[in-house]
């Protein structure tokens, strides 16, 4: 849709207002309401302005003002809001020469695919992430100078199967790490996620299945069919935006956090990737899995920027609590065919050459999505630029590697603090094509820094309690 027809598509719906989204650094949306009498066509041309000095990450307050621009494409009914509301997702400029605010994320996405096409390597990029999330039925959690703590339950958690619950426990709770698959009524959440699907399809975003995961205490996974990058990052937005507020209208609460729960499995976002060029897939060929030397060499790019691009696509000190040996979750920088133990998986996609893709499975939802898929993006442009090679594929359990055997083999880092390190050190990758910029990187590696692992670090943690209190 351009501008006259979203606004057109708006009044023949009976819409009130227009939400007006957009992306923070650490990848929330951001939104003010207008009423649709203010949605003229010049908006979509001159903007709108707000406070950029309110928002993580942005601006100083003596240069706050900047502008979002809504991207009429973009235009969709939210299903949440009260008064019939229409939403469009915005692009912020500077508010004077309207040239791309080169802190944010949505733009960072855009440059990296108009680099992508510079260098004549491919003309599309498509990217499949699958993002897992919990859904619990309380949540709790305070810190303060002198305490701190948190909990979540879920009324299908193991720990509940000896709960009394009003004399009628009925025992159907999965086991730690049995969550994969069973049915009602195990399952408690089908209804749930099935309303998730509903909705989602009825903004336009295609499922293609969904299911409970491997952890206790509703965990989930709606997977929603591939698209070019920068639109299937939008759809992530959507999609992680409706599992909360589907969550939300049964009184229950939502995350995409990596790792709420000890001791079980912690949510991933396993990315598939692809590229294109003149309506033809380029991934597919006569080398290993069937894929070409381009697919070899993004993935060689891939691994070698790794423990850099972490910082971006693992961005929680939480993350680092999901990428532990023996949860499913993908330490070692590998490939291999089929092998969800390797951080790059080649699926099994039988004979067509345009369902040839790769799958990176190290990184998880709390991501921004924008900054991470350009981060893939631009690795993978790197190795294909520098015919990087991959090395060999390990088609082994990796998991289940012997020490010595295992030490040989690259992995992610262990920390969030050693992410950052690894890209303060390493991200001329992002930096080509002006897609990243020098103030953004610094900009992100001092949030984190200084929002995330200093007070992290500060803070005495209820388990240090019980390991150090009676020394």
């Not at 500077?94 to 791309?100: G, L």
Request: hydrophobic content about 35%; charged content about 25%.
């Amino acid at each position: 849709m351009n501008a006259a027809e979203v606004i057109a598509f708006a009044k023949e719906r009976g819409v009130k207002m227009v939400d007006l989204k957009f992306v923070d650094l650490p990848g929330m949306w951001q939104h003010f309401t207008i009423p649709l009498s203010e949605l003229k066509p010049e908006v979509f041309e001159e903007g709108l302005n707000f406070d950029g000095s309110s928002i993580r990450g942005w601006r100083v307050i003596n240069e706050s003002d900047m502008t979002v621009l809504p991207d009429a494409r973009t235009g969709k009914i939210d299903p949440f809001m009260e008064v019939p509301t229409l939403s469009l997702i915005c692009d912020v400029v500077h508010p004077d020469t309207h040239e791309p605010y080169e802190r944010d994320p949505r733009q960072i996405a855009k440059k990296a695919i108009a680099y992508l096409k510079t260098t004549g390597i491919a003309d599309t990029a498509f990217f499949g992430p699958e993002a897992e999330f919990f859904i619990f039925d309380d949540v709790r959690y305070e810190q303060t100078p002198y305490g701190g703590f948190y909990q979540v339950n879920s009324d299908e958690a193991t720990w509940n199967s000896g709960r009394d619950e009003n004399g009628r426990n009925l025992g159907y709770k999965p086991r730690l790490k049995e969550g994969y698959f069973p049915a009602l009524p195990s399952d408690t959440l089908h209804d749930l996620r099935t309303e998730i699907c509903l909705e989602l399809e009825k903004l336009g975003i295609e499922v293609e299945r969904q299911h409970h995961e491997v952890a206790t205490a509703g965990q989930g996974e709606i997977n929603f069919r591939f698209d070019t990058m920068l639109d299937v990052a939008d759809k992530q937005m959507w999609f992680k935006y409706v599992v909360k507020n589907v969550a939300r209208r049964h009184g229950k609460s939502a995350t995409f956090m990596p790792k709420p729960i000890f001791g079980d499995n912690g949510s991933g976002m396993h990315t598939h990737m692809s590229l294109w060029k003149n309506g033809q897939p380029l991934f597919a060929g006569d080398k290993y899995a069937g894929l070409s030397d381009m697919a070899l060499h993004f993935i060689g790019g891939i691994l070698k920027h790794a423990p850099a691009m972490c910082a971006i696509t693992n961005p929680s000190t939480n993350s680092y609590k999901r990428l532990v040996p023996g949860f499913e979750a993908p330490i070692r920088l590998a490939y291999s065919y089929r092998n969800r133990s390797a951080a790059i998986r080649i699926p099994n996609t039988g004979t067509s050459p345009k369902a040839k893709r790769i799958e990176f499975r190290t990184p998880d939802p709390s991501a921004n999505p924008y900054l991470a898929f350009a981060a893939m993006l631009m690795a993978g442009i790197d190795g294909v630029l520098n015919k990087t090679s991959p090395g060999d594929p390990l088609d082994k359990d990796i998991y289940g590697l012997p020490p010595e055997e295992a030490a040989k083999v690259p992995h992610v880092p262990k920390t969030l603090d050693e992410a950052l390190d690894n890209l303060r050190k390493s991200h001329e990758f992002l930096l080509k094509g002006d897609v990243f910029s020098e103030d953004m990187l610094t900009t992100w590696l001092d949030y984190k820094y200084d929002r995330e692992i200093i007070p992290m670090q500060q803070r005495p943690a209820p388990y240090e309690f019980y390991l150090y209190y009676d020394l």
